[in-house]
Antibody, heavy 122, light 109 residues
Framework: EVQLVNSGGGLVQPGRSLRLSCAAS????????MHWVRQAAGKGLEWVSS????????GYADSVKGRFTISRDNAKNSLYLQMNSLRVEDTALYYC???????????????WGQGTMVTVSS | SALTQPASVSGSPGQSITVSCTGA?????????VSWYQQHPDKAPKLIIY???KRPSGVSNRFSGSKSGNTASLTISGLQADDEADYYC??????????FGAGTKLTVL
């Protein structure tokens, strides 16, 4: 079964760090670009970051640039998001998603994780 | 910047509706990499259209997509009760960046 499993969310104070993980199975992980997308409660989808199949190219939303770092370990079929200097406005459900466009970045995310909740509050 | 979608649309069962998605020459206007997602409450989004007008395997042919200039459109024909959901467009914007629309809530009357 093709699936992505998110983990690592939780409650954290403003200014602290958190690392999210996404475990992939059922497909050849290193053939595809991957993404993080977040959704605050009652709000729309916000793309956060992308990484190509070989980590050669990475993109970030302006709202997280300089604070978040995306990475992947193809040997472990895993995607990560290191989140530093967290802000209250980073509170959201964070999804990892598989790009269906091969190794490069498109806007087509055909497989989504179940999401992991990040709450930033003092 | 986020793509512009109407906040809500509605239609009766059997009717057709269209959701617009307006971007800029730097995203929708430059790339045939526009996608559409359906999201039911408390569920992960589901890809229903990619590359402007392609449907993933298993998605009903009642869903169709198109693009003209900086505006993409999603049309749902033969509306069904289960189509009631939030719909989001997205576009590649260059430099490994993706942008989403703010979402459109579809109500089936």
């Amino acid at each position: 079964e093709v699936q992505l499993v998110n983990s690592g969310g939780g409650l954290v104070q403003p200014g602290r760090s958190l690392r999210l993980s996404c475990a992939a199975s059922g497909f050849t992980f290193d053939d595809y670009a991957m993404h993080w997308v977040r959704q605050a409660a009652g709000k729309g989808l916000e793309w956060v970051s992308s990484i190509t199949w070989n980590s050669g190219n990475i993109g970030y939303a302006d709202s997280v640039k300089g604070r978040f770092t995306i990475s992947r370990d193809n040997a472990k079929n895993s995607l990560y998001l290191q989140m530093n200097s967290l802000r209250v406005e980073d509170t959201a459900l964070y999804y990892c998603a598989k790009d269906n466009g091969g190794g490069g970045v498109t806007s087509a995310f055909d497989i989504w994780g179940q999401g992991t909740m990040v709450t930033v509050s003092s | 910047s986020a793509l512009t979608q109407p906040a809500s649309v509605s239609g009766s069962p059997g009717q057709s509706i269209t959701v617009s998605c307006t971007g800029a020459s730097s995203d929708v206007g430059s790339y045939s990499l526009v996608s559409w997602y359906q999201q039911h409450p408390d569920k992960a989004p589901k890809l229903i259209i990619y590359d402007v007008s392609k449907r993933p395997s298993g998605v009903s042919n009642r869903f169709s997509g198109s693009k003209s200039g900086n505006t993409a459109s999603l049309t749902i024909s033969g509306l069904q009760a289960d189509d009631e959901a939030d719909y989001y467009c997205s576009s590649y914007a260059g430099n490994y960046i993706v942008v989403f629309g703010a979402g459109t809530k579809l109500t089936v009357l």
